[in-house]
Every structure is written in C-alpha cells, then in structure tokens.
C-alpha cells in the first residue's frame, strides 16, 4: 500500500459527493472551454492567415472604396505577384434577417489567391466562364437547399437591384476560419456594369485590392511600397498582411474579449469554490483520521499531501469530464450561434484542451491550500477529539 | 535499551479555560523503568488521558521535564516529534480508530510508510503483526466487517508494528465486552512477557488494571501507589 | 412552525464555511448571468433610445444602412417641403439632410484601428433632435472644418477630445465642442458640417434624411406620399426603430453565447448546491431521527431542508445582485459588427431584471436542494437514530 492508495479510497469514498464534485467541476470545465473556443477560434483566423497575402484598403475609412484604376498601380510595384480585387455584395435572399456574407470578386484571379478554396477543375471553369455564375460554400448551400446550377435570386443592398445568379459551383475551404464555407461568391465585373446604368458615381470602384507578394519576398515591404505610392493622393491606402488585417477586426471586439475573459476567470473562481467546499466537507469529517495518522507519527506534510492528491484527482476528474462532454456541446453550441458572423467552426484544438487541463490543475492545487492549512493548525489531541 | 524508559520530573499541565485554571497534574515526578506493564487508574477527569498524552508527545506540559526514550522531548519541533513518535510510540485508542477505507492489512501497514522499509519487508511485518494478534485470517476485512474486539487488535497490531520501544494505550478496553476485553488485555501481557515491551496503560476499570505488573492511581493530580 | 425559521438559519450559520463557499459560488453565477442580461439590455437601450418617435428617417430604398443610402440635394430639398413634416414659425421646415460616415483611427491607447461614426450635417440637426444638446465648447462655424464629438467619442478617444485636432483626408479638423446625447447612440458619433465632410469623402449625395413630423402619426401618411412618388425611390422609417435593428448581431451574440454558457455553468453550482445540502442531511442524520421522534412530519423535515437550501440560494441571489450593480458604472466600447463602427453601451439594471435574478437565485437552490431534503424526508425513524448513512 501506499498513501497514494489511501487517496485513491478516500476520493471515492462518498460515491455522491464524488459524482456531484466531478460534474459540478465538469460542467464548469465545460463552460470554461466553450469560453476559450470561442476565443481561439476568433484569433484562429488571424493566426491561419497568410502573412504573404496583402489586403490593400482605404485609408480614412472602411467603407470607403479604392478606384479600380489602382489595379494597374499595383501591378508594377516590384513584388507584387497577383493582384486580386473584390467588394461587398451584400445581396439578402427573400428575408433580411437570414444574413450571409456574399462578395462580388475579380473571377480570373479569384482561386489563383485563394487557394483555401477546395472545387473541381469543371466547377472552376464553369464559374469563371458564367458572368452571372457564383460559388457557394458549403455550409450556405446546406442552409438555403441550393444545389449547383440552381438559379437563385438576391436583392442587392450595396449593389441596387435584383440578381439572378447561377450556382457554378458548392466549395469547401481547406481553413475555414481564413476563407469561410457560409459565403457567397460572384463576378464582380457583372455586379459593377449594372452600377454604372444605376448608380455610375459609385461604379467602378473595389472595397479591397489582395495583392499576393512573390515567393521570397518580405509582405512587409511590398506593402509600405504600395503604401508610398499612393501616399498624398486622393485615396490613401492602407496595406497590411492578411494576418494584421484579420487581427486588427479581432481587436476592434476587444472590449467583448475581454469581456469573455473576465467571464472565465469568474468560472474558474466558481470551479475553485466547489472544490474547496467538497475537499473541506471530507477533511472535516475525517479530522479524527488525521489525528490518528499524525499520531502514528506522519508529519504535516503527508497529511498536505493527501490533501492536495485529492484535490488533483478531483480536479482532473472533473477536467476530463469536462473535455469528454466539451465535443458534443461544442456543436450543440455552434447550432444556436450559427451565421452570427463572429465565429466559422468549432474545432476543439489541442490549446482548448491544454487550457482547460491547466487550468484544472491550478484550481485543484488552490483549493488544497485552506483545508490543508487547517490541517496543519490542527493539533493532533483537537483532531482525536473531533466528533466527526 | 532505554532505562528507565519514561522520566517525568515536576511535570504540571494545566487548562485554562474561560479564564479559570484548571490544575490537571501538578509536580508529577516518577519513572517507568524499562519492561514494565504499568496500569494507570484514576477516575474520569482526573488526568490519565492528559499523563498518556504527554508521554506520547502528542502534548505538551505546563512545566517540568519529560523523557522518553532517551530524548527530552520539549526540546523537539512537531516535525521532530512526529518523526520520534514513529520510531517510539505504538499508541491504541479507546475508540480503535482504524481508517475505514482502508483493509486491516493496509491500516497496519500505515506506520511502515514512515520507514525504509520495501514492500516484501512491509507486507512480512503485517502478517507477523496480525498473526499476532491472532488475525492472520483477516487481512482484507475492512474495519466495518470486524467486530469491535476485532478491530482493537488490528490497532493493537498496527502500535506493535514498527516495534516501537514503548506502547501506551488509552482505555483499549473501554468499549470493548468482557470476552473480546480479556483478548487484548492476553496480547498485552503476553507482549510484555514474551517479547519485553513497556507497555502503559490507562484504565478506570479494576480487573483490566489487575492484568498489569504494576498499578499507580492518579487523583487529584498526584500519583499515588495503591496501598 | 418555528423549526422552519431559526432552525434552519442556524444549522447554516454553524456550518458557516460551507455556507459561505456555496453561496459564494452560487453568488458568481448569479453574477454573471445578470452581468450578460445587463450588458445585453444596455446595448438595446443605448439604440433604442437613439432617434425620437416624432422623427422619421429617409434612406434609398433597399438600402440596409446609411453607407448604401443616397439622396441627391436636389431631392432633399423637394422632400423637406413635403406636408406632415413640421415647420418652424417662419415656415422653415425642420428637416436635416445627412451624410453618415465611417473614418478609421488608430486609438492613441491600445494602438488598435477603430471606426469612428461621422456625421455630416446642419445645426438643424439639433433642432430635429432636441434631447441631444451642446454640453461644452461651441457648435461648428459652417462652412468650415470644425467638429463636435459625442460625450462617449470624448471618453473612449481622448484623441478627439475638446480642442484636439484630428487630420483626415489631408485637412486638420479641431474639436470646438462636445455633446450630450442622453445616453443614446449619437454619443458614440462625430458631427460636423456635411458639406465639408462630402467633399472630403468624395461624396456628392447625402445619405439620409431626417425629419421632424408634425404629430408622430403623420408617419403613415409620409411614408405613403414619400415612397409612392417615382422621382425619389425612398424607404420611409420610424427613426428609434432604424436605429434599433442596428446592432441585432452584437446583441444576439451577447444573449446567447452569455446565457448559454450561463446555463452550463449554474448546472455546477446546483451540484455545488446538492452537494452541501447532502453533506447537511448526512451530518443530520440522527438529529433528524430525534425530531421525527418527537412528532415532526416527514414534510416537516422536507420543508426543513428545503428552506435552509432556498436561504442559501437567497444570500447568493442578494450577493450576485450587490455584486452586479456595480458595473452600472461602466461602459463598454467595440465595433458593432453591422456597421463596422464603434459603439458605446453600458450595464443597465432594472428591477425586473433584479427579479429574474433573484428567482434564478432561487430556482437554482431549490433544484439543489430538492434530492437531500427528499431522502432526509424519507429516513427511517429506526435507521436515522441507529446508523449515520450516505
Ligand atoms: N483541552 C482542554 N481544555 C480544558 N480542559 C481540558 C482539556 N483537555 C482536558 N481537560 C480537562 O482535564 C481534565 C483531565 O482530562 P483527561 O486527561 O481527559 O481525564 P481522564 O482521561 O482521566 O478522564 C478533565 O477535567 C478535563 O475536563
Ligand atoms: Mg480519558
């Protein structure tokens, strides 16, 4: 035998207690990591973007557009591989609320800059050769029903109008938190000849340029050239890599992400206090125990550590649980926040799963210090008089 | 050898409690000299538990001086003192106090985790333990599927265990029925006799102090032979 | 009976530290779920009390939002004469013709982009929303590049704080004065001349047009006459219930991902609850024994433990509100997904969301409390006085 046998039997020694301390833990553990998936996720885009992928966009303001004519500016800056171009659609299928993101895009270089996109060599070609064609991901496509060569109808909000468009083309994305699988894409060239009829002063014009640097080439520098070169013109530019970009929108929540965290920290809190109240509940009862084993002339710090094992145990108990129960309320989870813009999917990562654990373990080993303090206090004649 | 085993000079404990003081033992001075199966009696609350408690070093006195086994134990930290008493004491509660979760085995075995020990050694020592006393056969009770007798000679085995120089024992009987009391109180002479340990015991029941070499009454706080 | 009242306080108050830890934790949990229902309700607040039911919003038809709304100053000006908008004594109407504006700023601070809300526009508008009001400083002399910002603009970027000057488009904009919007979203916006601002976004349309209706049920008959008429294509609104819809995305996220995770977790703290309540039936044991002895009833005994779990949940409930009032005091500021620009909100308490607290509070403890105080009801006489069980 040894003492780690003697936490072992003591853990489960109250089968009810054991089961309600492991799944009040585990259900907190649960919240904890929808919290950190929730987080990962949100910085995943960024950190899965391509550091050589720039996004070139308005300077003074977001919504503002870049002349097309830029594109030929662009061209010529020295490592400037491909030069891609798009807008925001905004087109609304039949209800408003139903949102989705659609994008109207340079067709030709469209796969040559994103080659997350995941489609078949017929399906390319079908979409890049069909003005009013466009490709759908996945998930949208499960969404609405459509199916490929279906012809849907859309209500332009930034483009005025009615948009009949073809499905060409049902994708999935190889990283779904840089290119997602919920959008929709068309030609922009299609989307801007109906803008100069209706609205010519707005025709014309990008939301964004995507400029790939060559192999080789350092983004950064790219970017402060195509920066320099349209520096005191009507339209200044800001270029960052698709990744500072990305982060830079994370960081405008950053009030809600701090939010989210302060919440997990006040569920650790919650995790440490039930604990703590099951771990002082047993160490109360056998107090007498204690005595006995102190008499038998164990020191201070065997009785700390059959404290704070069954801490640990405990802890790691109600972390696994957790975890185990983590997977399938993940997409119970992604169900209810679904097309809410602010996060792709719910991949449980090996960080989610690491944070929980230590997070577990630094509860378990914080909710042995009081009752093992208590029981260092305690002298051995107290602990042999002890009812309990 | 240690001899005498147990010195006690000008000892005093006293209580303070809601601002009296109550005086348990006052200028006790007196010796157990080594191999002795000594009884203590005395009625309740007159201080044998305290006395008891002192010698094992789970207590301190208000004054005076106690030796046991060679060591002057006010001078010893608690860690010191835990450390000596897993090396000298072999203590047996009234109430046995057996852990419940673990087996008779694993409860004797318990002392044997503070020395070095390997397992083969630990495992031989219980058996021997037990056999002892005579519960070779039920080694993987747990305390609850023994009957009380049963039980305080598990707690006897586990005192004599690590072959402590000295086993001291509160009231072991005191809850137990005749039949099951005579048992533990043959261990004791018979570990006395056969195997020459110092054994002090602390009783108010007559016939279990009858057993023992030698009879002192505490009352009042002082130590008196019977006449 | 009087078992119910001290009895139970007092077995509470002798196990105090257990008492404490549950309520405590179940403290914490009322918290945050208040916390997310605060924020949550301030958010709909701070949009819902922007614009005026006497107030009527004009944007292009099919138009989502401002950014893809024009309306030509010809038009403007046919529109603002259109009868069931009010008109000053000299027979001015009182209308003002917009243009909303995002402009990108890097916050001094945290060194992160944000999008501040620009809005071009007239003195007018003053007149047409008469709860915003100039707190400091002057209004912008037209024609020029002066700007007032929003009492929460002051706050959340002390870049642009009275008698700072912004640069953007290649011009220095100073900051002559501040306003006050009562809390609603203009806080969160910039105003100054729209036609210093359409020149330097390039824009030769307004975006909007506000109006002032003569009575707040001439809406119907604007709305009619407005977007029946071919030469304008306009979409006639309510202005609160514009601005309300404006934030639909940030509001549900906060709802649901809080309350969701809000539910898995009190989950716990009801097993932290049952757990305590548990070890209190088993400590109990024979006490209950003895009282049932006596001539207590099994309900007795259930109302007994019940009440003493529904008191834990009640210091808990009174501890998560305590706790939670003091975030009235504090104001968020993030991007509002639908329009990309920033937005000020804070935590709004009301006492009914006090009262859903308190019942959450509740609701959670007697959960808890419910399977001991059952079994503790179930005992045996015999077996409660003779053996100690769970
Ligand atoms: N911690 C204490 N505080 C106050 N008085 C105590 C304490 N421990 C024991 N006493 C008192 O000391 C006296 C002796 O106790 P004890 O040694 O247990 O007696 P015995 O074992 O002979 O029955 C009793 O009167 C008891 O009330
Ligand atoms: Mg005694």
Known sequence: MTLGRLILRNTVRRPVRLLLTVGGLAMVVLAFGLIRLTLDQWQAGSRAALKNRLITVHAMSDELRLPLAYKDRLTVIPGARTVHFGAVFGGVYQDPKQSFGSFAEQASTFFETYPEVVLSDAERLAFQQDRRGCIIGHRLAARFGWKVGEAITLKGTVYPGDWELVVRGIFRSTSPNVMGEGELYLHWAYANERLKTTEPDRADQVGWFVVRAADGINGQTVAEAIDASFANSSAETRTESEQAYFAGWVARSGALLRGLEWMSGIINGIALLVLVNALAMAVRERTREYAVIKTLGFQPRHLVSLVLGESLLLALLGGGLGLVLLFPAAQLYAVMTQDRGYVSSYLITTETIGACLAVMLLVGLLAAVWPAIRLIRMTTLEGLRHAG | MYDPVVTLQRVSKVYSRAGTDVSVLRNLSFSIPAGTFLAIMGPSGSGKSTLLNLMAGIDRPTSGVVVVAGTRLHELSEGDMARWRARHIGYVFQSYNLIPVLTAAENVELPLLLTHLSRKERTDHVKTALRLVGLGDRMDHYPRQLSGGQEQRVGLARAIVSDPTMILADEPTGNLDRESAEDILTLFVRLNRELGKTIVMVTHDPRAAERAQLIRHLEKGVLETPP | ?390
């Open chain 3, 1 to 390: 009976m009087l078992l119910w009242g001290a009895y139970s306080l007092r077995n509470l108050w002798a196990r105090r530290v257990t008492t404490a830890f549950t309520v405590v934790g179940m403290g914490l949990v009322v918290f945050v779920f208040l916390a997310v229902l605060m924020l949550a309700h301030g958010l709909e607040r701070t949009l819902g009390k922007t614009g005026d039911p006497a107030n009527a919003i004009l944007l292009r038809k099919g138009a989502l939002s401002e950014i893809d709304s024009s309306i030509s100053r010809d038009h403007a000006k046919i529109i603002a004469l259109q009868s069931g908008i009010k008109q000053t004594l000299e027979g001015r109407p009182v209308a003002v013709s917009e243009i909303g504006l995002q402009l990108t700023l890097r916050k001094a601070k945290e060194r992160s982009l944000a999008s501040l809300s620009l809005r071009g526009t007239s003195h007018d508008a003053f007149a047409v929303r008469p709860k915003v009001r100039l707190a400091q400083g002057r209004l912008w002399e037209p024609g020029t590049t002066e700007i007032v910002v929003g009492a929460q603009v002051a706050k959340q970027f002390p870049e642009a704080g009275l008698h700072r000057v912004l640069s953007f488009g290649n011009r220095a904009w100073t900051v002559v004065g501040l306003f006050d919007a009562d809390g609603s979203g203009f806080d969160s916006e910039v105003w100054g001349d729209a036609e210093q601002f359409m020149a330097t976004f390039h824009r030769t349309a307004f975006s909007s047009m506000t109006v002032r209706l003569t009575r707040p049920d001439a809406l119907v008959q604007v709305k009619e006459q407005l977007e029946r008429d071919p030469r304008f294509s306009l979409s006639v609104k309510r202005e609160p219930d514009y601005y309300e819809g404006k934030a639909e995305s940030l509001a549900k996220m906060i709802r649901v991902t809080g309350l969701f995770l809000t539910a898995v977790f009190s989950i716990g703290a009801i097993m932290g609850a049952t757990m305590t309540m548990s070890a209190a039936v088993a400590q109990r044991t024979t006490e209950i024994g003895t009282l049932r002895t006596l001539g207590f009833t099994r309900l007795a005994i259930l109302q007994t433990f019940l009440i003493e779990s529904m008191a834990l949940g009640a210091s808990a409930g009174l501890l998560g509100v305590a706790g939670a009032s003091f975030l009235q005091s504090v104001t968020i500021s993030t991007v509002n997904w639908d329009t990309g620009s920033e937005i000020a909100f804070g935590f709004y308490l009301s006492p009914f969301m006090v009262g859903l607290a308190l019942l959450f509070a509740l609701l959670m403890s007697m959960v808890g409390g419910l399977i001991p105080a059952t079994r503790a009801a179930r005992l045996e006489i015999v077996q409660a006085l003779g053996e100690r069980t769970v």
